[in-house]
């Protein structure tokens, strides 16, 4: 079979989906130099840019339910459930118009991270379609809404019917436990790596000299976090979200300033301070990078990435109150003070391509 056209759907809960699957996606043009990407997604365009090239076909203006949150940290069950219910309402209108637009893509394969309706609707016309994720919205809703509820067993149930179409559904290590998918196939982790010489982020910040850069990152998911999240601290220069940068601070500098990718500020950090979630875990273990986290205790996917980071990585838990109240020198010391642990090597990104492109060509 050719393989001519990826018809890629990525969740907008964040960025991390995206940057998830965009260094799989690189190895899949690596290996099909002439692979048309279509992306069907409502992450930013310069974000879907950066992580994928300038020459990506970028779908807009396609809705669906995502989780609604207050701030980076706290869920907001009641709005969540609205709208999945919202949206499971007209489930198969949405099904249709998928398939549509699979159908104009003249897609050959359909990889989510990991939208479940793009997978029903690939089954339905004849097209393979692989979801690859750490995680699935039928067990984080199901974590959420309330149990033996009959509108949210139909709900959950529809989901992961969805998930159950899919061809293969790729987990990359570590993935929160999954049940009742019998096509779960699990891969090492996958991350994106810099390509920035050492000490290339400190030579670009001269302010930084003698002092820990801490780079402090909550994802992609605004609100929640202001400058008092990070406290003067004798020896510690933040690098932090533009949109949190204070004016009137000689300490902090805005992650736009050092004029390097995201990922290249995080290889050449001394520490981040974070929330558990996949790519901010899994990338600062693959370059030797402490990590201090706020703890996040009811986000169903925490246990499986804090179990894993333990024994990969340095990492040190914060309380969500103390991280509220900035009180966080003490674990940025602990952290900076271990011994580093060996880089993780992530295997998953070619354990993935392979899998896709025996689902795609047989080979």
């Given amino acids: ?111 989510t991270d990991v939208p479940y309706v793009p997978i029903a609707a690939a089954r339905d016309i004849g097209v393979p379609a692989i979801a690859l994720c750490s995680l699935n919205w039928a067990d984080v809703l199901e974590h959420y809404l309330p149990v033996r509820d009959a509108q949210v067993e139909r709900l959950v149930a529809e989901i992961r019917a969805c998930y159950r179409e899919a061809e293969r559904f790729i987990t990359p290590t570590p993935s929160m436990p999954m049940r009742g998918l019998g096509n779960l196939e699990r891969v090492g982790p996958i991350a994106r790596l810099s390509t920035a010489r050492p000490g290339e982020l400190r030579m670009r910040l001269p302010q930084t000299e003698g002092k820990w850069i801490v780079l402090a990152t909550m994802g992609g998911v605004t609100g929640g976090t202001n400058a008092s999240c990070f406290p003067r601290m004798e020896g510690c220069h933040w690098v932090v979200p533009d949109r949190l940068a204070p004016s009137c601070r000689l300490d902090v500098t805005p992650i736009s300033r050092a004029g390097m990718p995201f990922l290249d500020v995080l290889a050449g950090a001394d520490v981040v301070l974070t929330k558990p979630g996949y790519g901010t875990f899994v990338e600062a273990a693959c370059h030797g990078i402490p990590v201090v986290y706020v703890e996040r205790d009811d986000w169903p996917e925490s246990a499986a990435l804090e179990a894993w980071l333990a024994n990969h990585g340095v990492a040190v838990r914060v309380a969500h109150a103390e991280y509220a109240k900035g009180e966080v020198v003490n674990a940025i010391r602990v952290a900076t003070s271990r011994v580093p642990a060996p880089r993780i090597v992530p295997t998953g990104v070619d354990e993935a391509v392979a899998r896709i492109i025996e689902s795609v060509t047989g080979l």
């Fill in 1 to 111: 079979m050719a393989f001519k056209t990826l018809y890629l759907a990525i969740s907008g809960h964040g960025f991390g989906h995206a940057g998830q699957v965009a260094p799989v996606v690189a190895g899949l043009r690596a290996r099909f130099p002439g692979l048309s990407v279509v992306i069907r997604t409502t992450v930013p365009r310069g974000i879907i840019e950066t992580l994928f090239g300038p020459d990506v076909h970028i779908m807009t203006g396609v809705s669906e339910p995502v989780i609604q949150m207050r701030g980076p940290l706290d869920v907001d069950v009641a709005a969540t459930w609205q709208e999945y219910a919202d949206y499971h309402r007209e489930l198969r209108v949405h099904v249709g118009e998928e398939e549509t637009r699979i159908r104009d893509a003249d897609a050959d394969l359909v990889l």
